[in-house]
């Protein structure tokens, strides 16, 4: 539990400081890895607090750096914030799914993206649908925002077998609560 907080507290510190620094979400939409070169623009911030001196980066750092290329491909072209730091009210990653899917027409290519999501134990497959929704949301040009932070804890849990048979399990529940086939 202290683990999934510290990377939670991590994330929003760092999202709220590179927010307003164009070339540093540049690097970050650039580079799918962090030991891409482009990705070392964000190193600073990402490193800053780091406990780890080996040359290994850690699963919380790789956790961290995939949350803020997800925030920094949403934030592109948008003027105002895409994190929402509210946790009371703030929208999850799945709550925006569920409204992404009222606005279209055509739920079929939505639903199986979703399918395909809380149907892999592979977090990077995971990551890489992330990357995929975030990017049909955005062309909905429609007001979305995600409490990334909160989607940082979830994905810290889904490095385990049995917290991630949990956080899929309640993604999907949530999901298809109120689809009618």
Known sequence: MEKSKEIMSR???IIKSISNQPYILSGLRAASR???PRAQRVWPYLFESSKENSTCVTDE???IY???RLYAIHQQGKNDQVCEFNRNEGRTFI????????LLDDVNGLD?????LLA????NYFYKQLVILIKIMKSKNDDFKIDYVNLAKDMYYLQSYSSSKKIRLAWGKKY???IKY
Do not use: G, P, S
């Open 34 to 36: 962090i030991d891409d």
């Open 95 to 102: 709550d925006e799914l569920i409204r992404l899917r009222r």
């Open 120 to 123: 892999t134990n592979n977090i």
């Open 11 to 13: 994330t929003a510190n």
């Open 66 to 68: 995939m949350i803020l």
């Open 61 to 63: 750092e790789k956790i």
């Open 176 to 178: 298809y609560k109120n």
């Open 112 to 116: 199986r993206r979703v399918n395909n």
